[in-house]
């Protein structure tokens, strides 16, 4: 921290003179610092309400979407409360999950309503206008949200553990660890919610259906996990279809 020195002998005045440059020196650094962190500080402010804007925007959009189809209405609320319980039990970070569970249907937005609300089974060319919700969906969020896990699950939620999934057949650890969590989630709640095209199914046939699919739909890993905290899985779907 020296800012200088001096050759003896020297004289008092010349000493005064340099422990004065010194301090004023010292306090121009100090000044520049405490601008410097208020700069930043306005910055992150105005970043952070920046960010609250988008996430409201996109959280608009995420209300269209399930406005679109009333029987996915509530959907991505009811995923991403089993995906945190499921996070939890894996040790993931909540946070990515928690956004992304909110928001990985949001490119449904361009599937059309017949589509979406259709009462009978989808023919070919449906089916491949509504595989292409993630990649819609990956378009919509570039753009708006900087975290990649939560791009991720938007754009995987649907890939399989076999690599028999969409949009591009990734296989295994191919698959983002969130999306693989994000994958059982979306199923439980599909299997149990009303679509236009059947009736709920119970919970305890979403169980057998996940385990079923483990090491196929599934990543067995998630399975596993799921399998630890089935009560509180169970419970979050009885608190939301049965006010419990």
Not at 26 to 49: F, G, I, K
Not at 157 to 163: A, L, N, S, T, V
Not at 171 to 184: D, M, Q
Not at 226 to 235: K, T
Request: with cysteine.
């Amino acid at each position: 921290g020296a800012s200088g020195y001096l050759l003896k002998p020297f004289e008092r005045d010349e000493l005064l003179h340099r422990v004065r440059d010194a301090l004023e020196q010292r306090l121009r650094q100090e000044r520049l610092e405490r601008e410097r962190a208020e700069l930043e500080r306005q910055v992150r402010r105005q970043r952070d309400e920046v960010q609250s804007l988008v996430l409201r925007g996109v959280r608009a959009l995420v209300e269209a979407v399930e406005a679109k189809d009333a029987y996915t209405r509530g959907h991505s609320a009811r995923v991403t409360g089993y995906a945190l319980i499921l996070a939890e039990a894996m040790g993931v970070d909540p946070e990515p999950i928690r956004l992304g569970g909110e928001l990985h249907d949001i490119g449904k937005i361009g599937v059309p309503d017949a589509i979406l609300n259709k009462p009978g089974p989808l023919d070919a060319e449906e089916w491949a206008k509504l595989r292409e919700h993630p990649l819609i969906g990956i378009r919509i969020l570039e753009p708006l949200i900087r975290d990649e896990k939560v791009i991720s699950m938007a754009l995987c939620h649907h890939e399989r553990w076999d690599g028999k999934g969409y949009p591009h057949g990734l296989h295994g650890c191919e698959i983002p660890i969130e999306a693989r969590i994000l994958s059982v989630a979306d199923t439980l709640d599909a299997i149990t919610s009303v679509r236009a095209y059947r009736p709920a199914r119970t919970w305890e046939y979403a169980v057998a259906e996940i385990r079923r699919e483990s090491g196929k739909q599934f990543a067995p890993a998630v399975v596993d996990a799921a399998e630890s905290v089935l009560d509180r899985l169970e419970a979050h779907y009885r608190g939301v279809f049965q006010g419990a």
